[in-house]
């Protein structure tokens, strides 16, 4: 039986950087696609790249930086407004978010409603960044514990209360970017959704994988090599007290490895599927985690010259058939203006889950018909469009969820077997899946090192 140091499940932004921290050990990595990067996904075109999955990313001096600046990646700034949105089919991009009661075409009452329900969310993301905030001597760890129970305790509705109706479809489409209906979610995954690119201070996810974010995955693969197996569906992983067994299908045949540790860096669910070893009320815990399904379509264009939205990076759209439009030729708009252009559309929540049933083309079609009412310079213009279905999609708190047993475990310094990933976080947060991931690097390095001296 094959043995190593340790073995990494998954191979996304989590696994990714485990498997970074741990390069320097006998370590392999086990990913059940054919491709590395998860819900990082692009292909290029040209002198665009479609992005289909997700695509910010953080500033210098985060665990993800440190990876993509290791394996020579760029990142690019995004100029755009982030808060443009439709009402109706018309396009707005105000400069200020907190603008738009007075430039919006509404009725008294909705205004006052949009100003209302504006102040309730600024009060909650000003409370969410003091939430957020690392305490001195505070770990990552208990950081995120406590910033998770920030308004956990009521579902975004509640916070939010009911708006006239126009009003209460720009936050219900907002919200859907945590891949879940407002009345789901927990009021502080809605706030923290807000609190990305609001309340005076710069996004913490602010930038671009220069070629698309699919370079991630691309890259790491090429750079670990055939430290990586792709294909292979781990369907056991065993906690025997002196190593970890892992049972995985590749193409059809069974394997058996084991390791000193195994690092799992796979959605909760499937985690606690899996696992043998972990104790109940951590598999309780993980079991309890909740994902919601999400839909994009990756547009590129052939348009020759300027097009209204070049200033604008991302669209909120309450009453169409995506939630969000993201303009991702946005930060290659400085300069000399190249033909053509990327775009991509999104929809969460309860209309993602319906439009799971439909066939690729009918979605395509419905997603077209609503962007060409937006934008209708884009007719006849539309030289591509993909469609990629992210069935577990982006993880999100319910109210009440008590996720302190899994961090817990976590900080039990015996673990063999070690739980990292998107869902550490609201909105499956790369950093802090990533933050996840070098916590229990760290953990494994300094187990290793304990029972090499002990062996000398």
């Not at 498997?19 to 996904?41: F, H, N, P, T, Y």
């Not at 400069?95 to 509404?106: A, G, H, Q, V």
């Not at 669910?269 to 009320?281: H, S, W």
Request: net charge neutral; with cysteine; proline share 5%.
């Amino acid at each position: 039986m094959e043995h190593y140091d340790a073995i990494i499940v998954g191979g996304g932004p989590a696994g990714i950087t485990a498997a970074w921290a741990l390069r320097d050990r006998r370590i392999l990595v086990l990913e059940a696609g054919d491709r590395l990067g998860g819900r990082l996904k692009s292909v290029p075109r040209g002198d665009y790249w479609i992005n289909l999955g997700g695509h910010l990313f953080p500033e210098q001096g985060s665990h993800i930086r440190s990876v993509m600046d290791d394996l020579g990646l760029g990142v690019i700034d995004i100029p755009g407004s982030k808060f443009a949105m439709t009402l109706g089919d018309q396009l707005y991009r105000n400069k200020r978010i907190e603008s738009y009661p007075f430039t919006l075409p509404m009725t008294f009452k909705e205004r006052v409603g949009l100003i209302r329900a504006g102040l309730r969310m600024l009060g909650g993301v000003h409370g969410w960044r003091r939430a957020m905030k690392r305490r001195p001597n505070e770990s990552e760890t208990d950081r995120r514990a406590r910033a998770a129970t920030y308004l956990g305790d009521r579902t975004f509705r509640e916070f939010l209360g009911t708006p006239p109706e126009r009003v209460d479809a720009i936050f219900v489409s907002a919200a859907r970017r945590a891949a879940s209906e407002i009345d789901d979610q927990a009021a502080g995954v809605g706030v923290s959704l807000f609190g990305a690119v609001w309340s005076g201070g710069k996004s913490s996810m602010a930038l671009n994988l220069d070629g698309g974010s699919g370079r991630l995955g691309d890259a790491a693969l090429a750079a670990l090599g055939d430290r990586v197996r792709l294909g292979a569906v781990v369907t056991r992983v065993v906690d025997e007290s002196d190593n970890v067994r892992i049972d995985y299908d590749q193409g059809g045949e069974q394997h058996t490895v084991s390791a000193e540790h195994v690092v799992l860096a796979i959605p909760a669910t499937v985690a606690a599927r899996v696992t043998v070893g972990l104790p109940a009320e951590v598999v309780n815990t993980l079991r309890s985690v909740t994902y919601g399904p999400f839909l994009t379509m990756g547009i590129l264009t052939s348009e020759t010259g300027p097009a209204r939205y070049d200033d604008i990076y991302a669209v909120t759209t309450p009453g169409q058939s995506f939630d969000m439009l993201f303009n991702h030729a946005n930060p290659l708009r400085r300069g000399p203006r190249r033909p053509g252009g990327s775009l991509m559309v999104y929809s969460g929540g309860a209309p993602a889950a319906d439009m799971m049933r439909l066939t690729d083309d009918e979605v395509r079609d419905i997603y077209l018909t609503d962007l060409l009412r937006i934008l209708p310079e884009l007719e006849g213009q539309i030289a591509e469009a993909i469609v990629q279905r992210w069935d577990i999609g982006n993880v999100y708190r319910r109210p009440g969820m008590d996720f302190g047993p899994v961090l817990e475990y976590c900080r039990r310094p015996a673990n063999r077997i070690h739980l990292c990933g998107d869902y550490f976080a609201e909105l499956g947060n790369m950093e802090i899946a990533a933050g996840s991931a070098v916590e229990a690097a760290s953990s494994i390095c300094g187990s290793l090192a304990q029972s090499s001296a002990a062996r000398t």
